[in-house]
């Protein structure tokens, strides 16, 4: 099998591992209903209530002072449609995505939500109900699809390369957008030959505009890593064998190396059941770290970890020893994912392992790993930094915490470390608002690491009210300098980005 029919192969099996015979729809229950008298007991639970309709550009009211230099659009994306005909999703990754705009002229702010029209939202609209197996949904009801794209729900994140706006999910393609009006353009092929290949939510912006990324395939048993270049060409690919696939959210890169951290989370084919029930968490095989050289995709090298779980790392950097570093909220297990997210969509609060912001050294050559705690930052998660260190050493990681234990019921402080000083601000929110992830956007007068500002959104629960809530970067515990406030609940999300007009 060459090259090009291995990539053919992988783009066609992607679906094929959605098929199951085992429904988690089981017969008499209904989360809908389980969640609505929910909702009505703990009202923290509208966050994952979830909408039908876009939301239309709306002039927000803007309490307190906004910088005269800060210009440009927020975009976020997140899990949004949680119900689709009878059927509320069993997990709250498996809902449609929705991009939302926020844009900054230097005087006003406006927001905008609007659903990717992906192909999946087309048929499942025309059908009038669900049509197809998603992350953590399947049942005798539901197909699997006859390509990933046609189950893509381009939930996670957004990110504007080359001046495209895309938005991303992990299992398939990219979805191409319209950056203003946020209309869906169609799913992004970087080459005839990477057409339909899981493409995944989180790539990294290299120091000369180049965008690496990767995407896992669990049935054909491979990764793929893209390297594209700053103005949108697909310039190298490779192919990583993995028989056992393990899940993989989140990637680093230094200035010599990609690394991938792969769990000992691996995918078994012959499983039944939703996507996520179909990986084994299997502590005893331990993980291991994927070395990539960046200048040879094809010299790729592993190293033995100890087990864990991982989502999401702030960054990586190579010290002067040759040492990786890298700091990341790191889990025992991924029970966060298995159980607290789907238990969540139908009312039910789940106690579950919280993430510990760790800071990790592993040497390339010797094989030798180390995690120390970075002690303030239990209960962590969405890690972020000033993307211009991306791959260098950072001094400022950003975090979202919460209650230890209480997964993302309860996620309301911004931290920010410091870690060159060694110190910490942060920020609670006020009692009855849950904060989602906030990104470091840069003063533009500015070329000092932590000069600007940390960016994102929040929900008050009680009042039925989102808001976007902007500090300055180095004086967190001050509170929000300005705080911009929607008449209305917009879901909980997940990632989103800045981007400078
Ligand atoms: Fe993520």
């Known amino acids: 099998m060459d090259r090009r029919q291995l990539l053919q192969g992988f783009a066609l099996s992607l679906a094929a591992g959605m098929v199951t015979g085992s ?79 926020f844009n900054f002229d230097g005087e006003s702010v406006t927001h905008h939500g609007r659903f990717v029209d992906t ?30 794209d046609e189950v893509n729900v381009a939930n996670i994140s957004v990110i504007k390369h080359n001046g495209e706006l895309l938005a991303l999910w992990e299992g398939g393609s990219a979805y191409r957008l319209d950056g203003e009006t946020l209309e869906t353009l169609g799913l992004k092929t970087w080459t005839e030959e ?13 120091q000369d505009g180049t965008l690496w990324n990767f995407g896992y395939a669990p049935i054909f048993g491979a990764l793929i890593v893209y390297r594209i270049s700053p103005t949108g060409q697909l310039i190298d690919r490779a192919l990583v064998q993995k028989p056992a696939t393990p899940m993989v959210h989140d990637f680093l890169i230094t200035e010599n190396h990609l690394i991938l951290i792969l769990p000992p989370y691996h995918f078994d084919n012959a499983s039944e ?54 700091d990341a909220p790191i889990y025992q297990t991924p029970d966060v994912m ?34 120390t705690e970075i002690e303030e930052a239990v209960a ?46 942060s920020y609670t929110f006020p009692a009855t608002e849950m904060a989602e992830e906030h990104v470091f956007v840069p003063d533009p007068d500015s070329i000092e690491e932590g000069k600007g500002w940390l960016m994102g959104t929040s929900l008050d629960y009680k009042r039925g ?3 976007l809530n902007l500090f300055d970067a180095q004086r967190v515990s001050d509170g929000p300098v300005a705080r911009m406030e929607m008449d209305y609940a917009i879901p909980l999300g997940l990632h989103g980005n800045f981007y400078s007009s």
């Open 23 to 101: 429904p988690v729809l089981a017969a008499g229950d209904n989360w809908k209903e389980d969640f609505t008298r929910a909702l009505k007991q703990k009202p923290w639970l509208l966050g994952y209530k979830g909408v039908d309709q876009n939301f239309k550009k709306t002039n927000l009211k803007i309490d307190g002072k906004l910088p005269e230099n800060l210009k440009g659009i927020f975009y976020r994306n997140g899990p949004a449609r949680h119900e689709v005909g009878d059927l509320r999703y069993r997990h709250w990754f498996d809902g449609d995505g929705m991009i939302h705009a």
């Open 119 to 148: 192909i999946k939202t087309e048929k499942e609209t025309e059908a009038g109900r669900a049509l197809f197996q998603t992350f953590g949904t399947a049942g005798s009801s539901l197909t699997s699809g006859c390509s990933a």
């Open 194 to 206: 990477t057409a339909g290949l899981p493409f995944s939510a989180h790539p990294r912006v290299d």
């Open 273 to 326: 059941g939703a996507f996520v029930d179909r990986f084994n968490w299997s502590p005893e095989k331990g993980g291991r770290a994927l070395i990539i050289d960046k200048n040879n995709l094809a010299a790729q090298h592993e190293i033995e970890l100890p087990p864990f779980w991982v989502f999401h790392f702030a960054n990586a950097f190579e010290d002067s020893s040759g040492d990786i570093c890298f």
């Open 338 to 371: 298995t159980s607290s997210f789907r238990e969540i969509m139908r009312g039910n609060e789940v106690g579950s392992d919280s993430a510990q912001l760790m800071k990790c050294r592993l040497n390339p050559l010797t094989g030798n790993f180390d995690m």
């Open 380 to 425: 962590s998660e969405f890690p972020r930094i000033d993307q211009r260190m991306q791959g260098r050493r950072h001094r400022f990681t950003a975090v979202m915490r919460g209650q230890e234990g209480a997964a993302y019921k309860g996620i309301n402080q911004l931290m920010s470390i410091d870690h060159q000083q060694q110190t910490t601000e």
């Open 465 to 467: 009210k989102s808001a």
